[in-house]
């Protein structure tokens, strides 16, 4: 299923913070629930935590926000990622002038919330379960020229039941087809790609898809700038 960022109207998550989906029950999927986030100035989400498998992945696209996870309190900038476990508090502010923006992932669909009380926190440079901008950065697969695989969360963050990263495509190279045994969910950060997989379409920039569980899936830049995707599996990274 594509969903076509210009075919969408944004629904305000909490006061201040308008959601897009990507993937998720409405649409019909059955193990993922992905959105586009953003935090407009002074704005924020309530310190909470979800519960059974909803472990939560926070993967920020632009602007900072003020995490508050497990008691810490941590900056983030866009690339950073925060994998925040089921039963662990956490909450966003914005402090700044400028919008924050990201992508929040679950491996299951209506992840459930709990709101708890602010906690007492203490400042802290860096988390375990924040991975930093481009610290995981490789080349997608042996033999693929052209296309780099940034990873955000899996078990090097804690998470449990999650991987995410971005693949970046550089101009005229392709991203294999592959194929996967859950569904996967896909968006367009930036520029815009070609399916070369069967199914034939394009995505252009904060169109997203939901990729059924044994469906192919890959994708071309025939631009002339690095395309982004950001993609979300619900299991952990082997």
């Known amino acids: 299923m594509i969903i076509r960022r210009s075919e969408q109207e944004a629904v305000d998550r909490y006061?201040?913070?308008?959601?897009?989906?990507?993937?998720?029950?409405?649409?019909?999927?059955?193990?993922?629930?992905?959105?586009?986030?953003?935090?407009?100035?002074?704005?924020?989400?309530?310190?909470h935590y979800h519960t059974g498998g909803a472990e939560e992945t926070q993967i920020m696209l632009e602007g900072e926000l003020e995490c508050w996870v497990d008691g810490k309190r941590?900056?983030?900038?866009?690339?950073?990622?925060?994998?925040?476990?089921?039963?662990?508090?956490?909450?966003?502010?914005?402090?700044?002038?400028?919008?924050?923006?990201?992508?929040?992932?679950?491996?299951?669909?209506?992840?459930?919330?709990?709101?708890?009380?602010?906690?007492e926190l203490e400042?802290?440079?860096?988390?375990?379960?924040?991975i930093r901008a481009e610290?995981?950065?490789?080349?997608?697969?042996?033999?693929?020229?052209?296309?780099?695989?940034?990873?955000?969360s899996g078990d090097f963050s804690g998470a449990k039941s999650t991987y995410t990263y971005f693949v970046d495509i550089q101009p005229g190279a392709v991203m294999p087809v592959e194929t996967q045994d859950a569904e996967t969910a896909l968006f367009v950060v930036s520029s815009s790609v070609?399916?070369?997989a069967e199914n034939k379409y394009s995505l252009a920039t904060d169109d997203g898809a939901g990729i059924p569980a044994g469906e192919a899936y890959g994708f071309a830049n025939q631009g002339d700038e690095?395309?982004?995707?950001?993609?979300?599996?619900?299991?952990?990274?082997?």
Do not use: W
Request: a negative charge; glycine letters at 10%.
């Open 123 to 130: 400042d802290a440079d860096e988390h375990p379960a924040i």
């Open 74 to 119: 941590v900056t983030v900038y866009p690339g950073d990622t925060v994998t925040a476990a089921p039963g662990i508090g956490h909450a966003f502010q914005n402090r700044s002038d400028k919008i924050g923006r990201m992508i929040t992932a679950f491996p299951l669909t209506s992840p459930e919330t709990v709101h708890i009380d602010d906690p």
């Open 15 to 47: 006061p201040g913070c308008p959601r897009f989906a990507i993937i998720g029950a409405d649409f019909g999927h059955t193990s993922l629930h992905v959105g586009d986030l953003s935090y407009l100035p002074g704005h924020g989400v309530p310190h």
């Open 226 to 238: 690095v395309a982004r995707l950001c993609v979300v599996h619900p299991f952990l990274n082997s």
């Open 135 to 152: 610290s995981r950065r490789m080349p997608y697969a042996v033999g693929v020229e052209g296309v780099d695989r940034i990873e955000l």
């Open 194 to 196: 070609v399916s070369v």
